[in-house]
């Protein structure tokens, strides 16, 4: 395995430029993984790394040394902890990154099951945190709109938690297009002339539309509902985080599929 110390080194200013530029990332197509877990998801995905980095601490952990073994040994390369530190995209380093190509791009193409489109979604762990809940729950296609934050970006796929490899991932989508003839309800969650969440039958296939953090839904995306979604709150909130609320109206609809068993 390759040593290597300087922060000069061409290598680490990719894996620098990587980590911190969403530029960069789209330019050269390329993302990074953080840590064990999603490597091991990666690999289980069929994912081979284009790069595989290790920290010098991270050597000693018996959980990363079981992944390199599984890696292309010519694709190992090893950095001291503070150069690790350096290059990594999170606060907290994990001892091993890999860097993977980003897939190409889901064909669009018509959508007849669950699904979510997800409206100027911006921050990366509520991005992260719906898509994580979507595969939990077996929703297979995850639409983003524009304004959303990059789906490949390290923290997003962090927060995914490995989420992204069983996921039908199209970013930059034209809403009305991907949702032209959807055969099921399409549902935006929302506090104005809207049915509670628990008084609809969500057996059949449904499109769940979900806004941004402070403005929620875009008057565009808004206008393709065909009804629109009240999670109740008797507490007196007045609303829910996004990533809470995708997660309440996604396992809803999961438990009233299971009750027709």
Known sequence: MKLITSRDNPTVKRLHALATSARERRSQNETLLDGAHLLGVALASGVIPLQVVVSESGRQQAEIVALLEACPAQSCIELPDRLFAHVSPVEAPSGV??????????????????????????????????????????????????????????????????????????????????????????????????????????????????????QGLSPEVAALATRRVLIPMPGGMESLNVGVAAGVCLFEQLRQRRSER
């Open 97 to 214: 990154l890999a860097v993977i190509a980003i897939p190409p791009a889901v064909a669009g193409g018509a959508l007849t099951g669950n699904c979510i489109l997800l409206d100027g979604v911006q921050d990366p762990g509520n991005l992260g945190t719906i898509l994580r809940t979507a595969a939990a729950v077996g929703v297979a296609d995850a639409l983003l709109t524009p304004g959303c934050a990059q789906a490949w970006s390290p923290r997003v796929l962090r927060a995914a938690m490995g989420a992204h490899f069983g996921l039908r991932i199209r970013e930059a989508v034209d809403a009305g297009a991907a949702l032209a003839g959807f055969p099921g309800a399409i549902l935006a969650a929302d506090l104005r002339d809207s049915v509670e969440l628990y008084d609809l039958d969500l057996r059949g296939p449904v499109a769940w539309l979900f806004g941004s953090e402070g």
